[in-house]
């Protein structure tokens, strides 16, 4: 298994550019999410998915949208990138499960570097 | 909004030496608790983690403790190499989530020969 993939692994956009990062997981995984990570601090949650179809906002959800067209795919767009989403993002991925105490770990990516200038 | 901590942002250690990395969470409707181990250049790699019914849990020379009295979780690394340099982060179920974690910021572990 590949695990967790992402595409890019590195971009430079101009400020108001847009692109879209892809997440690919071949684990079957019900729970998609994105997050970034800036220096100094810890990860923040983007955007998040529990099925295909479904994606609802995280803690930084702004000038991002995401769409989970396939259970194995979650794409994160910027429409109009600014040099405040400078930033690593990263892809993960986990198991559902149902019930009180149902948490499972998350597979993280390798995850995309994006400078915006 | 509630968010987990970290004590110690940096731990220098000697190689064969005992590490503690330790952490602070806030919101006492968690129960599950994981740390990530992150590389420099790449993503986070799970380490271990423990759910709210147990206060120990140990893995191949790491052990969780979690103490939900004062809201403390630590992770212990036994003789510590220099392969275990790295950010370790702990991270919460968000209050209970089933799937939403909390991150903290992270400690940088440096091992030294």
């Known amino acids: 298994n590949a695990g967790v993939t992402q595409t890019p692994k590195f971009r430079v956009l101009k400020t108001g550019q847009s692109m879209t990062l892809l997440c690919a997981q071949d684990?079957?995984?019900?729970?998609m999410y994105w997050y970034r990570q800036d220096p100094g601090m810890g990860l923040r949650l983007i955007h998040y998915?529990?099925?295909?179809?479904?994606?609802a906002k995280g803690e930084v959800p702004d000038g991002y949208n995401v769409s989970r067209l396939k259970k194995q795919n979650f794409l994160l767009g910027l429409e109009s990138a600014a040099p405040s989403q400078t930033s690593v993002y990263f892809c993960?991925?986990?198991?559902?499960?149902?019930?009180?105490?149902?948490?499972?770990?998350?597979?993280f990516g390798p995850g995309t570097r994006l400078t915006v200038l | 909004g509630e968010s987990v901590g970290l004590h110690l942002p940096t731990l220098s250690v000697q190689e064969g030496d005992n590490s503690i990395i330790n952490c602070a969470y806030s919101?006492?409707?968690?129960?599950?608790f994981i740390w990530y181990k992150q590389e420099s250049g790449k993503g986070p790699q799970f380490i271990i983690d423990?759910?709210?019914?147990?206060d120990k849990r140990q893995g191949q020379r790491v052990t969780v403790l979690l103490n939900k009295t004062v809201k403390h979780l630590s992770l212990q690394i036994a003789a510590t190499q220099p392969g275990d340099s790295a950010v370790y982060f702990c991270?919460?179920?968000?209050?209970?989530?089933?799937?939403?974690?909390?991150f903290g910021k992270g400690t940088l572990l440096t091992v030294n020969p």
């Open positions: 993960a991925s986990s198991y559902s499960s149902s019930g009180a105490g149902a948490f499972d770990e998350q597979f």
């Open positions: 684990m079957n995984h019900e729970y």
């Open positions: 998915s529990v099925g295909e179809g479904t994606t």
């Open positions: 919101n006492s409707a968690s129960d599950y």
């Open positions: 423990i759910r709210s019914n147990m």
């Open positions: 991270a919460e179920n968000s209050g209970g989530s089933n799937y939403k974690l909390t």
